[in-house]
């Protein structure tokens, strides 16, 4: 069975992929509303990428 997951988008909806694709920065649509997204820079990756590291080999077996 195949599902089509976006079956009508409004206006306000379509208006938001629109200007998606043409920002600087990530926002998401939640309830009718366009929300900023918080970004995470480089280093803040880095860290939490070590840390599941670290975690990862300090886990129990």
Known sequence: MRINPVSYLS???EAYL???LQEEYKSEYH???IVAMAGAQEPNNLIVSNLIGELYTRQEK
């Open 11 to 13: 206006p306000k909806e």
């Open 31 to 33: 309830a009718g509303e």
């Open 18 to 20: 629109v200007q998606e």
